[in-house]
């Protein structure tokens, strides 16, 4: 049993096991950022049920209440700051909003991050935490791996750092799409990662999967990410990486090395 309070003072690991718990967005956003400042942006407005959809209740009863229960109105927060110093964008997804689906306004949301992050020179940093395509709204939905891939090329190609944070769980076509682009990959422990689910795909091949298939350890030692780190280190991680991608320089002062070669003549470099 733990207090909501110390929950909350640990960044919802649990203190006995460590155990990361899914961290709400906004917690995720104070997290990076230094000093918990950051400016959000206003993201752009969408249609919201462009397809009428509706199966056991309407897509917009649906959207209503989730909009309802988070406070946000759509899966994605934007904002933008400093980590470690270094101006970046941060694109977080909310997994309590219909489980982090992407649809068009997660879509519209990312690019919006892209642009921005192009246009401050910055670091974007994406953190997903999704399951994937937004059924209701259908072929749209899927557009929207296309549409954030072209973003995040366009961020790419100015020669920004794009990091990608893997929060739990990262599924379906978000990891089939901008989730596994980045420069560097960091998954949270335990996280659950891949594109089917692990039931789909035993059912599919008729075999057992591996102990661990599809968390973030098994896919480290698989070499389909780049590190796990605990979170109470993310942000000195992340702080550190973005250091090195945005000063190339040298560490220390280049000084002369002066000395004697093989051939016994006196020679200089840098060392």
Do not use: W
């Amino acid at each position: 049993m733990n207090f909501h309070r110390d929950i909350e003072k640990t960044l919802y690991v649990c203190p006995h096991c460590g155990h990361h718990m899914r961290l709400p967005a906004k917690n995720r956003l104070d997290m990076l950022f230094d000093e918990a400042k950051y400016q959000r942006i206003e993201l752009p407005k969408t249609q919201p049920d462009p397809l009428k959809f509706r199966d056991t209740k309407r897509y917009v009863d649906r959207l209503k209440e989730s909009q309802a229960k988070t406070g946000e109105q759509d899966a994605l927060l934007v904002a933008h700051g400093r980590i470690g110093g270094v101006p970046a964008v941060a694109a977080v997804f909310d997994f309590e909003f219909m489980g982090g689906s992407m649809g068009m306004a997660v879509g519209d949301g990312l690019i919006a991050a892209a642009e921005l992050a192009v246009l401050q020179e910055a670091a974007l940093i994406v953190v997903p935490s999704s399951g994937g395509a937004r059924m209701q709204e259908g072929v749209l939905s899927l557009m929207q791996m296309a549409r954030t891939t072209v973003a995040v090329d366009k961020v790419k190609d100015k020669g920004l750092p794009y990091i990608v944070l893997l929060a739990d769980p990262t599924t379906g076509g978000v990891t089939a799409s901008f989730a596994m682009l980045g420069d560097v990959h960091i998954a949270e422990p335990g996280a659950v990662i891949g594109f089917a689910g692990a039931r789909v795909i035993e059912t599919t091949i008729r075999e057992k999967l591996p102990e661990g298939f599809q968390r973030a350890e098994y896919l480290l030692e698989h070499g389909m990410v780049d590190m796990v780190v605990p979170r109470a280190q993310l942000k000195e991680t992340i702080a550190r990486i973005l250091g090195i991608l945005r000063h190339r320089g040298p560490a220390g002062a280049v000084l002369p090395l002066t000395g004697h070669g093989p051939s016994g003549e006196a020679g200089s470099g840098a060392g």
